[in-house]
Antibody, heavy 119, light 107 residues
């Protein structure tokens, strides 16, 4: 069974750094693109970027380029989303999602990681 | 990047048909995909490549696309279908966009 398991709830202060994770199992992790998607309270889903764990090829949405860093460690089947300096406006639920190979939709999603940034 | 526009809400009585539209300039050239998201849960794919249904998704969910508009149809709506629905597509630069989301209320 394909599973994406994300790290737990985070409560941080503005200016702090944070890295959240997404661990895949039940499939060949390096061979599938993994995307990160933001869901702010009361708003729609926003695609942030996507990484191919096999070679770490990464693409960012223009809205998130320079704001976050996406990485992966294929040896432990895990993708990451990193902020170097959090802002209150980063408060949101973050999902990782696996892209179907050869297509442009997401067939499996993590359970989400809630990030709250507050002083 | 481009946008996908959905109506904010759709209300329907049980057993009736709900239709949710998704409008975007790239849709004549790109497939539309649809996700269902219930409160506190991750999105679930319900339609891919305009009109294909993943295994395990009930037959009452169907999709179509014509010109710049894709449509998700839920026939014989059930109370459990109350959720937010998002369309999604990808552009020629391999970047992805989600629609604005539609809340389906079952009266």
């Amino acid at each position: 069974e394909v599973q994406l398991v994300q790290s737990g709830v985070e409560v941080e202060k503005p200016g702090e750094s944070l890295k959240i994770s997404c661990k895949g199992s039940g499939y060949i992790f390096p061979s599938y693109w993994i995307a990160w998607v933001r869901h702010m309270p009361g708003k729609g889903l926003e695609w942030m970027g996507i990484i191919y764990p096999g070679d770490s090829d990464t693409k960012y949405s223009p809205s998130f380029q320079g704001q976050v860093t996406i990485s992966a460690d294929k040896s432990i089947n895990t993708a990451y989303l990193h902020w170097s300096s959090l802002k209150a406006s980063d408060t949101a639920m973050y999902y990782c999602a696996r892209r179907d190979p050869g297509n442009f939709f997401f067939d499996s999603w993590g359970q989400g990681t809630l990030v709250t940034v507050s002083s | 990047s481009y946008e996908l526009t959905q109506p904010p809400s759709v209300s329907v009585s049980p057993g009736q048909t709900a239709r949710i539209t998704c409008s975007g300039d790239a849709l004549p050239k790109q497939y539309a995909y649809w996700y269902q998201q219930k409160p506190g849960q991750a999105p679930v794919l319900v339609i891919y490549k305009d009109n294909e249904r993943p295994s395990g998704i009930p037959e009452r969910f169907s999709g179509s696309s014509s010109g710049t508009t894709a449509t998700l149809t839920i026939s014989g709506v059930q109370a459990e279908d109350e959720a937010e629905y998002f369309c999604q597509s990808a552009d020629s630069n391999d970047s992805y966009v989600f629609g604005t989301g539609t809340k389906v209320s079952v009266l």
